[in-house]
């Protein structure tokens, strides 16, 4: 089985920065795409950004290249996402995911586990 935890989310003002932090724990981490998701009051899950197994390719939606960077230290089965010039718009909760493929990762269908999420505010 596989758990995913999220921490890291806030309250932080427009401008500010956040790090989130995803710890994986069970047979989980190894050789898999790891991403993040967003999800705001009353709108569908999003891509957020993606990153590779080896860290060598990452992706990321329009809205926050330049903003956010993901990366993984895959000795403590942990993924993150570095938030910096944070927006109103991107309050909502982040979810961290599994991918079960290199396939598909800018997608929710492309992910078979996920976190329970941590909410990210940021004040205008």
């Known amino acids: 089985q596989v758990q995913l935890v999220e921490s890291g989310g806030g309250l932080v003002q427009a401008g500010g920065s956040l790090r989130l932090s995803c710890i994986a724990s069970?047979?989980?981490?190894?050789?898999?795409?790891m991403g993040w998701f967003r999800q705001a009051p009353g709108k569908e899950r999003e891509f957020v950004a993606a990153?590779?197994?080896?860290?060598?390719?990452?992706y990321y939606a329009d809205s926050v290249k330049g903003r956010f960077t993901i990366s993984r230290d895959n000795a403590k089965n942990t993924v993150y996402l570095q938030m910096n010039s944070l927006k109103p718009e991107d309050t909502a909760v982040y979810y961290c995911?599994?991918?079960?493929?290199?396939?598909?990762?800018?997608?929710?269908?492309?992910?078979?586990?996920w976190g329970q999420g941590t909410q990210v505010t940021v004040s205008s």
């Open positions: 990153i590779t197994w080896s860290g060598g390719t990452m």
């Open positions: 995911a599994r991918a079960y493929s290199s396939v598909a990762v800018t997608t929710t269908s492309g992910y078979n586990y």
């Open positions: 069970g047979r989980t981490f190894s050789g898999y795409v």
